[in-house]
């Protein structure tokens, strides 16, 4: 089954955390950084969800192969504000559901 990939980053202010800004289907290229990088937050065994903790220089890091989609991930994480504290990339499995 397909996943889709999306970048969640959070902003700490006043002692909470708010979601600052969401960039889906941004895949990044998890390993430069190593294995277990990744936490299973499935609720399910049906479906597979895992979420990564980055901080913006990690996620630099794991740009994907292709230029265009690079691009679009790194313009999205240089326009983050300052005060971002860190990046969830979440990936989350999904079924296609195909007509006759």
Do not use: N
Not at 16 to 21: E, F, P
Not at 49 to 59: H, M, Q, W
């Amino acid at each position: 089954m397909p996943f889709d990939h999306t970048l969640i980053a959070l902003a700490q202010s006043r002692g909470t955390y708010v979601v600052a800004s969401t960039l889906g289907h941004a895949w990044l290229d998890l390993r430069p950084l190593g294995a277990g990088r990744e936490v299973d937050v499935s609720e399910d065994a049906i479906y597979q969800d895992a979420v990564a903790p980055l901080s913006v220089r990690d996620a630099m890091r794991c740009l994907p192969d292709d230029p265009k989609e690079a691009e679009r991930i790194r313009q999205w994480l240089v326009a983050l504000p300052r005060e971002v504290a860190f990046i969830l990339s979440h990936r989350s499995e999904y079924e296609l559901f195909g007509g006759d």
